[in-house]
């Protein structure tokens, strides 16, 4: 198997002076996250790489256990990290007071969860859901609800202002919260499975919602996820495995000879700051990698082999 050097992809600087992931708007820097249960230490994050830019659209996936909910629990604030350094819009979440750690989640990111139970007040209309969050700064009465009723519009829910969570659909119900994670304009908003509980198309309008959120309101968004095929959707999906950001898809616009736009996708693997680079699964069944790897460098590119394989007789393929 051989793997071209510009297809791993690394945040890193390229110069020893400038600090990892400068003037990003998210920072995670060898991040650790140990939890203790009864006499048992399990590592959720193992030195995790991560840098978001101000304005980007990103999709954090993972399977189950792989570290992306501690992930998103540690940039929302509701979690601390063992060790590391993670840095959100201009805020050090390792040493943030009970004070300022209430004043960046109220103001410097939105939440939009799973549930839509926790997203929003049972007894209060759309328009009232939107407004609470505005209470709790110096915003007139007048501006409130105009910035409301700019937001519910935004979502696609004009129509939809006086009407409570139990007369909204699903869908609807997570427009509403993506409204209200707005309200006090947030430089991020983070999303938790946002279509974890809806049907396939439905799910595709949140993204839809989500993109024009992130276009309109220039408002970086970061949707953790399960779901691989989130992709489409995104313009960067990073991969978790293990505690480790693992891989890469980025999208971008082409034009071809016609002038069509075309979206091409590009799997990238990731090499950390310390050189760990984590091969896809299937690449390491397919060539029944284990424990050892045999590595040859070329000019312009690294040779992995099995163990077992001195890579002599073979060019671009597995032995």
Request: net charge negative.
């Amino acid at each position: 198997m051989t793997l071209d050097s510009k297809s791993a992809t690394a945040y890193r600087s390229g110069a020893e002076e400038r600090p990892f992931g400068e003037n990003s708007l998210i920072i995670c820097d060898n991040l650790v996250k140990i939890y203790k249960v009864a006499d048992l230490e399990v590592v959720a994050l193992q030195g995790l790489d991560l840098v978001v830019a101000a304005g980007e659209f990103v999709a954090i996936v993972g399977a189950s256990g792989s570290g992306k909910s501690t992930l998103l629990n540690i940039l929302g604030g509701l979690d601390t990290p063992s060790a590391g350094r993670v840095t959100v819009a201009g805020y050090d979440l390792l040493r943030l007071s009970n004070k300022y750690r209430t004043t960046y989640r109220r103001s410097a990111i939105g939440f939009v969860w799973q549930q839509t139970a926790r997203n929003l007040l049972p007894y209060l209309t759309a328009r009232e859901n939107v407004e609470t969050p505005m209470l709790l700064g110096v915003i007139t009465a007048d501006d409130r609800h105009r910035r409301s009723a700019e937001l519910l519009e935004l979502v696609g829910l004009s129509d939809r202002l006086d009407h409570r969570p139990e007369q909204l659909s699903g869908g609807e119900q997570q427009r509403v919260a993506i409204a209200t994670a707005l309200a006090n304009r947030p430089r991020i908003l983070f999303a938790d499975e946002p279509t974890g509980e809806l049907d396939t198309a439905t799910s595709s309008e949140i993204f839809h919602v989500l993109r024009a959120v992130n276009e309109q309101e220039g408002v970086t968004v970061v949707v953790v996820t399960h779901d691989p095929q989130v992709a489409e959707h995104v313009n960067r999906t990073v991969a978790i495995r293990d505690g480790r950001t693992s891989s890469e898809v980025l999208r971008r616009t082409e034009i071809d000879d016609q002038g069509d736009h075309t979206i091409v996708s590009e799997e990238f693997a990731v090499l950390d700051r310390a050189g760990r680079l984590q091969l896809p699964t299937d690449y390491v069944e397919a060539l029944d990698l284990e424990q050892r790897v045999r590595l040859t460098l070329d000019d312009d590119h690294i040779n992995v082999w099995p163990s077992g394989s001195n890579g002599d007789s073979v060019e671009g393929g597995s032995p």
